[in-house]
C-alpha cells in the first residue's frame, strides 16, 4: 500500500525502469571489472599479497606516484587559481585563445604530451639545456660555477645541490611537471565558474572600509574560492594518481627511482604475473576511492557553505 501511494505521488515516471538501466550499466562498466580486479587479487593468499604490494620497487613507486601528483595538484592549486584570475578579471588580445589552451591537456593525447614534454626538458631540449651542465642556469652549479664555489661538497648546502646541473627528463622533477601538466584544466575550470560569479561589491566594500589587496583576497576572496579551488585540487591529484601515457616517456622508467606505480602494473602483466598485477592495482584502488570519498566530501561541504551564505 505504501509502495503505491509512493508511485502515484512521483512526478516523473518510470523511476524502476531507468535505475534497473542505471545499475546494470555501472555494473557492467564500473563494478564488476572492479571485483574482478579484487577477486584476482585475492588468488594469492595475504603472505604473497603482501609481498607483491609491498617489495622495494613498489614502495619507491607509490612514492614517486604519490608525492609527485600531491606536488602536481599543489603547483596547480596556485597557478590554476592565477590562470582563473587572469582569464575571468582581465580583458586583453587573443584571451579566448588562451582561454581554449587550458583544455589542451584535456584533447591531446597523453603519449604526445609525453614525448613532447620529453623533447623539451631533456638535456638536448630548448627548456632542459638551460639546466644542463653546460646550460645559462645549470652550469652555475658546477664545481667552478657560483654555487659549487660557494657551497662545495661538505657543507650544508653543497651535499644537497647538484653538482652537475640540473636534470630535469628521467628524473622526479620530469614526473612532477608531467603531472602538472594534465592536471591544469581541473583546478581552472573548477574555479573560474565561482569566479566569475563572484560580486565586486563585497571587495569595493572591504576596500572602502580601508582593507588592502592582501587582505581582501585571504579574507573575502579566498573563503568563497577555497570550495572551488580544494575540488579542483583534489581532481588533479586524483588524475595524476592514474596518469600513465604522459608520464611514461619522461619518467625514463628506471626501478626504485623513477618508476610509477602504473608502469609496475604493466610490468607485471608483461611478466604474465595477472595476480600480482591485480594485487598492485588494488592499493591504487584504494587510494583512488579514497580520493574519490574526498571529493565527494568537499563539494558536500562546499554545498553546505553556499547554502548558509
Request: a neutral charge.
Amino acid at each position: 500500500m505504501w509502495f503505491n501511494r509512493h508511485r502515484q505521488h512521483r512526478v516523473l515516471p518510470g523511476f524502476g525502469l531507468t535505475m534497473g538501466f542505471t545499475l546494470t550499466y555501472l555494473s557492467l562498466l564500473i563494478l564488476i571489472p572492479l571485483a574482478g580486479v579484487i577477486v584476482k587479487s585475492a588468488e594469492l593468499g595475504w603472505p604473497h599479497f603482501w609481498h607483491a604490494v609491498s617489495g622495494e620497487f613498489a614502495i619507491a613507486s607509490y612514492k614517486l606516484s604519490f608525492g609527485a601528483s600531491l606536488a602536481g595538484a599543489a603547483i596547480n592549486g596556485v597557478f590554476g587559481l592565477m590562470v582563473a584570475w587572469v582569464l575571468v578579471r582581465y580583458d586583453f588580445p587573443c584571451k579566448r585563445l588562451i582561454d581554449s589552451l587550458v583544455d589542451l591537456p584535456f584533447a591531446l593525447p597523453t603519449a604526445v604530451a609525453g614525448i613532447a614534454l620529453t623533447t623539451i626538458y631533456s638535456q638536448n631540449g630548448w627548456i632542459g639545456r638551460v639546466f644542463a651542465k653546460d646550460g645559462f642556469i645549470g652550469s652555475a652549479f658546477t664545481p667552478t660555477g657560483w654555487f659549487g664555489e660557494h657551497f662545495p661538497p661538505g657543507t650544508w648546502l653543497g651535499d644537497i645541490l647538484p653538482n652537475n646541473g640540473i636534470p630535469i627528463a628521467y628524473t622526479a622533477t620530469g614526473v612532477t611537471i608531467a603531472l602538472t601538466f594534465i592536471g591544469l584544466p581541473f583546478v581552472v575550470r573548477t574555479v573560474q565558474p565561482i569566479l566569475t560569479d563572484l560580486s565586486l561589491d563585497f571587495e569595493e566594500a572591504a576596500a572602502s572600509l580601508g582593507a588592502n589587496y592582501v587582505q581582501i583576497f585571504f579574507r573575502v576572496i579566498l573563503p568563497e574560492l577555497l570550495p572551488a579551488l580544494l575540488t579542483g585540487f583534489s581532481l588533479a591529484f586524483a588524475r595524476a594518481l592514474g596518469e600513465y601515457g604522459s608520464v611514461i616517456f619522461i619518467a625514463g622508467n628506471i626501478p626504485g627511482k623513477t618508476e610509477i606505480t602504473p608502469r609496475i602494473i604493466v610490468n607485471k602483466l608483461e611478466e604474465y604475473d595477472y595476480s600480482g598485477a591485480a594485487a598492485v592495482a588494488v592499493v591504487m584502488l584504494i587510494f583512488s576511492f579514497l580520493t574519490l570519498l574526498t571529493i565527494n566530501l568537499i563539494q558536500w561541504w562546499s554545498s553546505r557553505f553556499y547554502t548558509r551564505i
